[in-house]
């Protein structure tokens, strides 16, 4: 029904920049909200950024003004630019996707890409 794929994690040093990218696709009527998450080794998931699509963003309390969330409602894409990375930075990053279909409201995750800052 409705795929969410991200890309751009890599191995970085630290003080190094990404762009990760997340498109949603399939049977979407409207996306509500679009957002990144992050989970490090034996760590709980945790907010990253997430982008309502009329405008309104919230970023988790570690981001500090490093990371800018963005994105291209026409795609049904969001984009996480980070910058300033530090090691504890590394982890996987998964996009989430809140979504609007036919039989109603639901939220898709995508397989995650993984972000690695070496110190």
């Known amino acids: 029904q409705v795929q969410v794929v991200e890309s751009g994690g890599d191995l970085v040093q630290a003080g190094g920049s990404l762009r990760l990218s997340c498109t949603a696709s399939?049977?979407?009527?409207?996306?509500?909200?679009m957002g990144w998450y992050r989970q490090a080794p034996g760590k709980q998931r945790q907010l990253v950024a997430r982008?309502?699509?009329?405008?309104?963003?919230t970023y988790g309390d570690f981001v500090k003004g490093r990371f800018t969330i963005s994105g291209d409602n026409a795609k049904n894409t969001v984009y996480l630019q980070m910058n300033s990375l530090k090691p504890e930075d590394t982890a996987v990053y998964y996009c989430?996707?809140?979504?609007?279909?036919?039989?109603?409201?639901?939220?898709?995750w995508g397989q995650g890409t993984q972000v690695t800052v070496s110190a």
């Open positions: 989430k996707a809140d979504v609007r279909l036919s039989s109603g409201s639901n939220h898709y």
């Open positions: 399939g049977s979407i009527i409207s996306i509500n909200e």
């Open positions: 982008r309502l699509s009329t405008g309104p963003i």
